[in-house]
T-cell receptor, first 112, second 114 residues
């Protein structure tokens, strides 16, 4: 069964600090992995997408990494801001599949 | 251009009632997905459409749930004889076509069954 596991479940950091969120998956064969940001009361918004051949991709202060061999991804947030407070969801699509597999998300709270 | 819109944003109903939730996808997107999200959880797949037809409805929890997309654009998720356990946020997403393309999500409808 395809699974996506995220850790930690929740995280509290101070404004300006960095943090790293983890995602492990079992989806196979693999097509791509996306990180979504979901603000409270809103729908998820895509931050990055990574395919099999990519191992790092940045979007502003967000940097995602992918190790397709160990089936792990991370999302690193640099110099956190209050607006980074949200849930971050890891989503993995399998090759030939029309239904992606979602993780439960990591809830990030950034305190001033 | 406009994103995915969902109406109503909030719906409060009594146990046993019938509800309809509406999704307007991005124009030109042929694939449309419905998800259910409980507090602290990721979205849970319900059903997806490619065009007008339901290509996969394996995520619908039981026969009280039904969805239509008669003209290949707007979709309606219908829930009969609502139960308290149906309370959740119902998210709709659309993409250019089904498969590995990025899904664009609406803001969701928060359903509360009293």
């Amino acid at each position: 069964k395809n699974q996506v596991e995220q850790s930690p479940q929740s995280l509290i950091i101070l404004e300006g600090k960095n943090c790293t969120l983890q995602c492990n998956y079992t989806v196979s064969p693999f097509s791509n992995l996306r990180w979504y940001k979901q603000d409270t009361g809103r729908g998820p918004v895509s931050l990055t997408i990574m395919t099999f051949s990519e191992n790092t991709k940045s979007n502003g202060r967000y940097t995602a990494t992918l190790d397709a061999d160990t089936k792990q991804s991370s999302l690193h947030i640099t110099a956190s801001q209050l607006s980074d407070s949200a849930s971050y969801i890891c989503v993995v699509s399998g090759r030939g599949s029309y239904i992606p597999t979602f993780g439960r998300g990591t809830s990030l709270i950034v305190h001033p | 251009g406009a994103g995915v819109s969902q109406t109503p944003s909030n719906k409060v109903t009594e146990k046993g009632k019938y509800v309809e939730l509406r999704c307007d996808p991005i124009s030109g997107h042929t694939a449309l997905y419905w998800y259910r999200q409980s507090l602290g959880q990721g979205p849970e797949f319900l059903i997806y459409f490619q065009g007008t037809g339901a290509a996969d409805d394996s995520g619908l929890p039981n026969d009280r749930f039904f969805a239509v997309r008669p003209e290949g654009s707007v979709s309606t998720l219908k829930i009969q004889r609502t139960e308290r356990g149906d309370s959740a946020v119902y998210l709709c997403a659309s993409s250019l076509s089904a498969g590995e393309n990025e899904q664009f999500f609406g803001p969701g409808t928060r359903l509360t069954v009293l």
